[in-house]
């Protein structure tokens, strides 16, 4: 079983910044794939951002340039540094991880069909 806890959530003005975290724990070794999707109230899911095993690191289009996505393997940790914050990405944001080696393909993600996420973070952001 893989563990994730999402932090760093908080509520910021637009233009501001904010930096989740995902800590993991548990079968780490076997982690292939890790992300980070949102959800805003009366909105579908998005996916953020896709990082493999590989090294590569995927950017939904909209948010390239403003979201930067990070892997700390000695820390177990994943992050997400936002910038430029605006009041369309108030949402929670969550990670997920999976076993499966992934690709820049959201739709696992946007479904759901990671097989580990956390429980979210709140980001919101006020104009």
């Known amino acids: 079983q893989v563990h994730l806890v999402e932090s760093g959530g908080g509520s910021v003005q637009a233009g501001g910044s904010l930096r989740l975290s995902c800590s993991v724990s548990?079968?780490?070794?076997?982690?292939?794939?890790m992300g980070w999707f949102r959800q805003a109230p009366g909105k579908e899911r998005e996916g953020v951002t896709l990082l493999n095993a590989l090294g590569d690191i995927f950017y939904a289009d909209s948010l390239k340039g403003r979201f930067t996505a990070s892997k700390d393997n000695a820390k177990n940790s994943m992050y997400l540094q936002m910038t430029n914050l605006k009041s369309e990405d108030t949402a929670m944001y969550f990670c997920a991880a999976d076993r499966r080696l992934c690709s820049g393909d959201f739709s696992g993600l946007e479904s759901g069909a990671l097989q580990f996420r956390g429980q979210g973070t709140q980001v919101t952001v006020s104009s």
């Open positions: 548990g079968m780490i070794i076997r982690v292939n794939c």
